[in-house]
C-alpha cells in the first residue's frame, strides 16, 4: 500500500530539510528522505567542525522564517562585516566592508553540523512532515501526474512532485539523464580549524598567490584565545603534501602563504581534503521533478556562495509551489515547475561564471598579467559603487536577473 503525499523531498542536507519547513507552512504533505540517520554529533570548540558555511543575509533571513536560526546557539555563530581580499604576488587588494552597503554584518559563520542538526529539529517538530531515515530511494517513477518512490526499506511512496536535493552526485539527476556541464577545477580544498595569536578582527581573509588560494574564516573566540576555519584551495599534488606534513610544518607553510599576518599556533581540528568540481545542470526540472541545491548545481567554494545559491532555489520553488497549491494546479506539472527554473537559473549561472573566472584570473602566473590584475584591483579597491554592488549581491539582496 503506497503512503501518498503532496511532495517527496530525497536528500535532508541543509537544501532538502529547509524546503520541508518552508513548504510545511502551506499544509503540504511531505515526506523527507535520507540514507543519514539526521543525528549530527557536534564537536567541542575550540574544535569547530572542519566544514562551514558563510551564510548571507538573505539566507538569515530565510532561515529565520523557517524558525531555524532562532535555535542556533549563538556561541557557535561568528558574524563578520569585513572581508580583505589580496593578491599574493603583488600589492593589489580590496578591502569589502558592511559599512559600505549600510548592513550591520557582511554575513556569518556557522559550522554545517550546527546547522544541519537545528533544521533537523525544527523537522521533527513538524507534524506534516514525515521522516524516512537511514533509508535511500530504490527505485522511482516519475510522469506529468503522479511521482512514486520505492525506499530501500520498502516503503512505497506517492507524490504529486519530488524534490532532488541529494547533493553534488545527486543519483535522481544521473538516472534522469539531466545533460551537466562539469568538469574539474584541478583543485582539492584543505579544510580544518586552527587557532591564531592575532585576533582575527571579525574579517573573512582571502589570499590568492602561489600557495594557491586560501581563506581563514572567523570563528567565536573560546578563553580570549583566536580561531579560523580555513578553506585552502591547491591542485591536488600539492593538496597531497599538505596533508601529509606534520602540524608544526603545515602551520608553518599558513603562516607564509597568509604573507605572515597570523602566527599559527595550532590545528584544532582534523584535516580534510575535498575535490573541488564545477557543475551545473542545463535544466533544473522534468516532469514531476525539481533540482535544488548541489543536485543542480556546485561551484569553487573561493566565495562561500553554493549553499546560498540552494537556499536562493529552496525560496524561488517554495513560491512556486505554494502559489501553484493556492490555484489549485498540479505541483509536478512541467508548466509549474518550469516557473523555478525560470527564477533560478541565470542567477545560478551568472554566479558559477563569475567564480570560474576569478578563479582563471588568479590561477596564472604569467607576470604581465599579474601586474594587469593588480592594477584592476587597486582600481576596484577605489570604486565604491562597484564595491556597494558585489557585496549586495553577494548577501543576496540583489540579483543579475
Ligand atoms: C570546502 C567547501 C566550502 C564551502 N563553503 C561554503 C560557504 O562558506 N558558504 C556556502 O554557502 N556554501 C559553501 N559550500 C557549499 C555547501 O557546502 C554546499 O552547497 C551545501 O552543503 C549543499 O547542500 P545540499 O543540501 O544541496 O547537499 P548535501 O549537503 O550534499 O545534502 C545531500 C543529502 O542527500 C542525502 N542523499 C544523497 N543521496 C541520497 C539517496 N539516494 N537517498 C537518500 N538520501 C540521499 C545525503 O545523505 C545528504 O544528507 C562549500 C563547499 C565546500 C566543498
Known amino acids: 500500500m503506497a503512503k501518498s503525499y503532496d511532495v517527496i523531498i530525497v536528500g535532508a542536507g541543509m537544501v532538502g530539510a529547509l524546503s520541508a519547513i518552508l513548504l510545511a507552512k502551506s499544509s503540504l504533505r511531505i515526506a523527507l528522505i535520507d540514507q543519514h540517520d539526521g543525528e549530527y554529533l557536534l564537536s567541542v570548540p575550540p574544535a569547530y567542525d ?3 558555511s558563510a551564510i548571507s543575509s538573505q539566507s538569515k533571513a530565510l532561515l529565520e522564517s523557517a524558525e531555524v536560526w532562532q535555535g542556533i546557539d549563538k556561541s557557535r555563530i561568528a558574524c563578520y562585516d569585513n572581508m580583505v581580499v589580496w593578491d599574493g604576488l603583488g600589492d593589489g587588494f580590496i578591502d569589502f566592508n558592511a559599512q559600505v552597503t549600510a548592513m550591520p554584518e557582511l554575513g556569518h559563520l556557522v559550522e554545517n553540523a550546527v546547522l544541519n542538526q537545528q533544521l533537523m529539529t525544527r523537522v521533527r517538530a513538524l507534524k506534516s512532515v514525515d521522516l524516512y531515515l537511514s533509508d535511500t530511494l530504490e527505485s522511482h517513477e516519475l510522469s506529468e501526474s503522479r511521482v512514486r518512490a520505492e525506499l530501500s526499506s520498502g516503503q512505497i511512496l506517492e507524490a504529486q512532485v519530488m524534490i532532488a536535493a541529494d547533493g553534488a552526485l545527486s543519483k ?4 534522469n539523464a539531466f545533460d551537466t556541464l562539469e568538469w574539474d577545477y584541478g583543485h582539492h580544498a584543505i579544510v580544518t580549524t586552527i587557532e591564531i595569536a592575532q585576533s582575527h578582527q571579525n574579517t573573512a581573509w582571502q589570499s590568492f598567490g602561489e600557495e594557491g588560494i586560501l581563506a581563514f574564516l572567523p570563528l567565536p573566540s573560546v578563553a580570549q584565545k ?5 578553506v585552502w ?3 591536488p599534488n ?3 603534501s599538505l596533508m601529509a606534513l606534520d602540524e608544526h610544518a603545515f602551520c608553518r607553510r599558513l603562516h607564509y602563504a597568509m604573507n605572515k599576518r597570523f602566527d599559527v599556533l595550532g ?4 584535516r580534510q581534503a575535498i575535490p573541488l568540481r564545477q557543475r551545473h545542470a542545463k535544466q533544473y526540472v522534468k516532469a514531476g521533478l525539481a533540482l535544488i541545491g548541489d543536485a543542480a548545481h556546485t561551484i569553487h567554494p573561493l566565495a562561500g556562495q553554493g549553499a546560498n545559491l540552494g537556499f536562493g532555489d529552496v525560496k524561488a520553488l517554495v513560491e512556486v509551489l505554494e502559489k501553484a497549491h493556492r490555484r489549485g494546479e498540479h505541483l509536478g506539472s512541467s508548466k509549474v515547475l ?3 527554473q525560470r527564477a533560478r537559473m541565470l542567477d545560478n549561472i551568472a554566479m558559477a561564471a563569475g567564480m570560474e573566472a576569478f578563479k582563471r584570473l588568479f590561477s596564472t602566473q604569467q607576470p604581465l598579467l599579474v601586474q594587469l590584475r593588480n592594477i584592476g584591483m587597486k582600481q ?3 570604486n565604491t559603487s562597484l564595491k556597494r554592488k558585489l557585496v549586495a549581491r553577494a548577501a543576496g539582496l540583489s540579483s543579475f536577473s
Do not use: G, N, W
Open 233 to 235: 584551495s591547491v591542485p
Open 380 to 382: 576596484f579597491h577605489r
Open 238 to 240: 600539492e593538496a597531497k
Open 267 to 270: 590545528i584544532t581540528q582534523v
Open 338 to 340: 518550469r516557473r523555478y
Open 226 to 230: 583566536h580561531y579560523v576555519s580555513i
Open 50 to 52: 572542519a566544514r562551514v
Open 172 to 175: 535522481l539527476r544521473t538516472e
